[in-house]
């Protein structure tokens, strides 16, 4: 299986900065990569696929980019709704398989 | 409303059988692939499987975890999709989600991430 390592695990930021969070995958697949938001309690919301595309109705601030086997999630400007765990998850194999998350603190 | 609600979970003994089921409604559920996630906290989310649609002569596709034990199955004409869980153990504790994937027109099925997700249904399996 295709190995998805997201760092960091954790990070914590304030509003109104810019983060980014990057997901490396063990082999190249692409641009099959999507982010994913999860908030406690809550299933996993679609952010970006296609390592780039903006899901309808995801704020301008969340980009996604791709170089290589590594993709980046960035948050522009944080807000406080944007407190949630991320994920990435590749779609490129049979056997599709998700990193192991980013927690977000604000 | 475009939504897919799970239900069927509950705690059951290890070895033991469970089936979950999930109802779609707002979108021609004839069209996608539909999957089954589960997350737990050690793991994360991890993928268990997938059900392609008659485009893909409904062919399925499991995680090496859950091959031999699991199997998917869908009924298009009720738009729900199951999953049938049997030998369960206590690594199959989990939120189990049933997600839309990919699309498929009349002649081909583009790749896609999960574009919606169930509210997602508890298993534990636990003596």
């Known amino acids: 299986d295709i190995q998805m390592t997201q760092s960091p695990s954790t990070l914590s930021a304030s509003v109104g900065d810019r983060v980014t969070l990057t997901c490396r995958a063990s082999?190249?697949?692409?641009?099959?990569l999507a982010w994913y938001q999860q908030k406690p309690g809550k299933a996993p919301n679609l952010l970006i696929y296609?390592?780039?595309t903006l899901e309808s109705g995801v704020p301008s601030r969340f980009s996604g980019s791709a170089s290589g086997t590594e993709f980046t999630l960035t948050i522009s400007s944080l807000q406080p709704d944007d407190s949630a765990t991320y994920y990435c998850q590749q779609y490129n194999s049979y056997s599709l398989t998700f990193g192991q998350g980013t927690k977000l603190e604000i | 409303e475009v939504q897919v609600v799970e239900s069927g979970g509950g705690l059951v003994q290890p070895g033991g059988s469970l089936r979950l089921s999930c109802a779609a409604s707002g979108f021609t559920f004839s069209d996608y692939f539909m999957d089954w996630v589960r997350q737990t906290p050690s793991k994360g989310l991890e993928w268990v499987g997938r059900?392609?649609?008659?485009?893909?002569?409904?062919?399925?596709q499991y995680a090496a975890s859950v091959t031999g034990r699991f199997t998917i199955s869908r009924d298009d004409s009720q738009n729900s999709l199951y999953l049938h869980m049997h030998s369960l153990n206590t690594e199959d504790t989990a939120v189990y989600y049933c997600?839309?994937?990919?699309?498929?027109?009349?002649?081909?099925?583009?790749?896609?991430?999960?574009?919606?997700w169930g509210q997602g249904t508890r298993v534990t399996v636990s003596s």
């Open positions: 059900s392609r649609s008659q485009l893909r002569s409904f062919t399925t």
């Open positions: 997600a839309r994937g990919p699309y498929c027109t009349s002649t081909k099925c583009d790749p896609s991430p999960f574009d919606l």
């Open positions: 082999e190249f697949i692409g641009y099959w």
């Open positions: 296609e390592a780039s």
